[in-house]
Each structure stands twice: as C-alpha cells, then as structure tokens.
C-alpha cells in the first residue's frame, strides 16, 4: 500500500452540516513517506476519520481508497492482512488489556508479529521513561504511561501508514519530544507514511501537510 485517498469523504452524521473542514468533502491524498497531521476541535470526526481508515466503521459517504481500491470492497481476510502489514494504529482510547502489565501488553502484539527483539522493546521502554513500570499491571499506570505502553506496541509490527489519535495528548514536553524520536527513527527505518490527529498537543514531527478537519 502505496498511498491513501479520500473522495469527497464525509461522515453520514454531517451529510445535512455545512462545513469549512479542508478534509471532509474534499480529495485528499496520504502518501507513504509523508508525515500528516489532522488538526480538529472535539466533535469535528477526529476519531471518526481514523476509524474508517483503519476500517473499523463505514458510516460515511464517498470513498477512501487504498491505491485505487475502495476500502468498503475489502473483506475481513483483506483487513486482517492490512493490519498486520500495512496499518499500524494507536487509537485514543489505547484499547490495552487492564488486567495484564505493560511489558506482557507489548509482548502479546509481538508474538503476533514476531517483528521486535526483546533487547528493541526494553531499551524503547527505558528511552520513554517506563521500564520501570515494566511489571505494573496496566490498570495501575498513568494515562500518559499508557500512552508510551501503546506507542511501543504500535511499533511492534511492520506497517506503511501508521496512525496515531492524540498520541502525546497526556505527556510533558520532554517526554513528547522523545515519543516523536523514537517515531521519527522508526518511520525512517521503514519509509512509512505518518497521519498524526490533534486537537491541541500536537505531536512534534516535521509535517509535510497541516490538514484542518
């Protein structure tokens, strides 16, 4: 997967709104390679958007297109596949397993993949600060500790997009600026495409495109 497209995209609940959005009813493309951030107000579709590109939900009109390929033609086999090579996704709600630690949180996505060594998910634990809450179980942890949990786990497998709902939203400046290293250093690694959302704390990476939803 090559690049994304958006044509003439809108969510159904907006169908009767007027909008000024540069995103919802326009053609817009993503490419791999490019780093992308959606900057929104609350209510706007932020995470609406990022779950249709994930194929999570399909209420919407228009079409989104990966490579030319309308993504409501694709079956479950066809999203698993994506999934688990081609779309990594750090949603807002983090969606992490309570009842389990963080390193087991992170290691059950590995297994999955098998695309990480032990020795690259410790040292991405002690770079953002929670190798120390390795053995926590993740209900115990601070949001912002949850958020690090989830960002090493979205980088536990191959992808060419990765999309990230408000990932730095509860994290102090520091700790935002070496999220966005340990990103950078990845989407490098792998020429990936990067789509960032904000409605506020923005992510620190060097944008190509600033897109108001």
Known sequence: MIKINLNGCLPRVFSDIETESSLWGKDIVFEKGKKYLVKSESGRGKSSFCSYLIGYRDDYQGAICFDEMNIKTFDAERWSSLRQASLSYLPQGLMLFDEI???????????????????????????????????????????????????????????????????????????????????????KASGAGVIVTSIGKDMELDYDKIIHL
């Not at 949180?105 to 002690?126: D, F, G, H, P, Q």
């Not at 090493?152 to 999309?163: H, M, N, T, V, Y």
């Not at 990230?164 to 700790?175: F, Q």
């Open 101 to 187: 630690s963080a390193i087991e949180n992170i290691l059950i996505k590995n297994a999955l993949t098998n695309y990480r060594t032990r020795e690259w998910i410790n040292s991405a634990m002690v770079r953002l600060g929670i190798d120390n809450r390795a053995g926590f179980l993740v209900s115990k942890l601070s949001y912002g500790q949850k958020q690090r949990v989830a960002l090493i786990r979205a980088l536990c497998q191959p992808f060419d997009f990765i999309i990230l709902d408000e990932p730095t939203s509860h994290l102090d400046d520091n700790t935002s600026a070496e999220v966005s290293k340990l990103l950078i250093e990845e989407v």
